[in-house]
């Protein structure tokens, strides 16, 4: 075990200057993304412009803290205090979009042609975004959405334009992002933790897993986990792997069963009751590609050789380059009606705003705790006194455990309580009764 000293300054400058100098050019080859890029695996997603390998930014994190070792230090770089400052926080102003979700007037083909009269009457989603917002730029491809339920099955289409179509990954649970695809993520509760991922790519591959917790909180994903009953299907309309055609794109369609879902849906309850909002993402992962014998291949930077980023289009943006932000996923609400029998608006609540303002609280306790090594009950020390949060008592009350803190915010009725804590779970609890089973769970 190597021991670090007060005294050993010169020590951990050096072995910065190592693996500046020294590692960086080897890492540069075996991780050639460059530029704007999501660093995703099985196990984390980050985002990384300036440090030259995702190697070399995890041997910063690893690196022990010491006296020497901090923000104050002449020999502590720049990028290092940012990076243990600040906390990756949405970009964006808090404007989930919604969709209201209708019954299938009977169970759905499940083919990927999206040709019966209720998905002509469900109402596409606005066309997707870039995962950082309106900032930047449109993509180049349209991409949409269209929800429907029946007391079996979560359906969900997607429209994809594609001019080449390709896919390489032909067995179930690959690492599907590595081609182009289609992603839904579903967190039934809206606490933030205990979602679900799915991925499929023009091959109708999927990919589908269960987060315990986002990775930013530590995980794990449970990649054994499988949706028992899924049906999936990929339409593809023109050819695929076959360059030299124009494309027109790809249509999937997919059937969720509540049977599966309802593991994070509230205890006792097998699928939504209508009025219920659930949190949804949708995100596309798109390559650049160029042909080349005869193939299709990822596209290269021409000056560095390195794979060029791709591009990640999703339905709610979360104002960073990382998609495991649930609390700024979209809100689908169920409605009893028939699809084409009648309209629904959406329910706005103040509890939705309500719920952002304590996220700032998670927010500021994880750049507070980097640099003051202990969580704060004050609300002026996380600099969000002032906030004001219309039907609810700002600001609420914060108790630092031996392991963790807890924020609860009373609405101004005294009915509900909001909560979240160290972890970033956010749940509710109604004073007009005894609490549920799953609320006592969350506390």
């Not at 080859?29 to 695996?41: A, E, H, M, N, Y």
């Not at 794109?249 to 593991?263: C, D, N, S």
Request: aromatic content about 16%; glycine content about 6%.
């Amino acid at each position: 075990m190597i021991s670090w000293g007060k005294n050993n300054k010169e020590k951990i400058f050096f072995t910065y200057l190592f693996c500046v100098f020294f590692l960086s050019p080897f890492l540069s080859l075996i991780f050639p993304d460059q530029g704007r890029k999501t660093v995703r695996s099985c196990s984390f997603s980050i985002s990384y412009d300036s440090i030259s390998s995702p190697l070399l930014s995890g041997a910063i994190l690893f690196l022990p803290k010491t006296e020497a070792f901090n923000s104050s230090s002449p020999f502590f770089p720049s990028f290092f205090k940012d990076s243990e400052d600040r906390f990756p926080v949405p970009k964006i102003p808090f404007a989930p979009p919604n969709y209201v979700c209708y019954r299938a007037s009977s169970p759905l083909k499940i083919d990927g042609h999206l040709e019966e009269t209720d998905w002509k009457r469900a109402r596409w989603t606005e066309d997707f975004l870039d995962i950082e917002g309106e900032s930047r730029p449109k993509p180049r491809f349209r991409t949409r959405a269209k929800m429907l339920w029946d007391d079996n099955y979560f359906y969900v289409a997607a429209d994809l334009e594609e001019k080449d179509v390709w896919a390489t990954l032909t067995e179930r649970d690959s690492i599907i992002y590595l081609d182009n695809d289609f992603e839904v993520f579903i967190d039934p509760d809206g606490d933030s933790h205990e979602y679900y991922e799915l991925e499929i790519n023009a091959f109708g591959t999927v990919w589908d897993l269960l987060l315990i917790r986002p990775y930013r909180d530590g995980g794990p994903a449970v990649h054994a986990w499988d949706i028992r009953g899924l049906k999936a299907a990929v339409k593809v309309d023109g050819t695929i792997n076959k360059p030299g055609d124009k494309d027109k794109g790809w249509t999937v369609e997919l059937a969720f069963p509540w049977e599966v879902l309802k593991e994070c849906i509230h205890p006792g309850k097998l699928k939504p009751d209508p009025g219920d909002q659930w949190r949804v993402n949708f995100s596309r992962v798109e390559y650049r590609v160029n042909v080349k014998d005869g193939r299709y291949e990822k596209a290269k930077d021409p000056s560095s050789g390195r794979l060029l980023a791709e591009d990640n289009w999703v339905w709610a943006p979360t104002g960073l380059i990382n998609i495991h932000y649930p609390e700024m996923w979209g809100y689908v609400q169920f409605s009893e009606k028939i699809v084409g029998q009648g309209k629904e608006e959406f329910q706005l609540s103040f509890e939705q705003d309500a719920s952002w303002a304590l996220r700032q609280i998670y927010y500021r306790q994880k750049d507070f705790f980097a640099r003051q090594r202990r969580y704060s009950e004050n609300i002026e020390e996380l600099g969000l006194a002032k906030l004001k949060v219309e039907k609810y008592r700002w600001p609420p009350e914060i108790k630092v455990t031996w392991n963790g803190w807890e924020a609860r915010l009373l609405s101004e009725d005294g009915r509900t309580i909001l909560f979240i804590r160290e972890d970033g779970r956010f749940w509710k609890s109604s004073l007009e009764g005894k609490e549920t089973k799953e609320e006592e769970d969350k506390i």
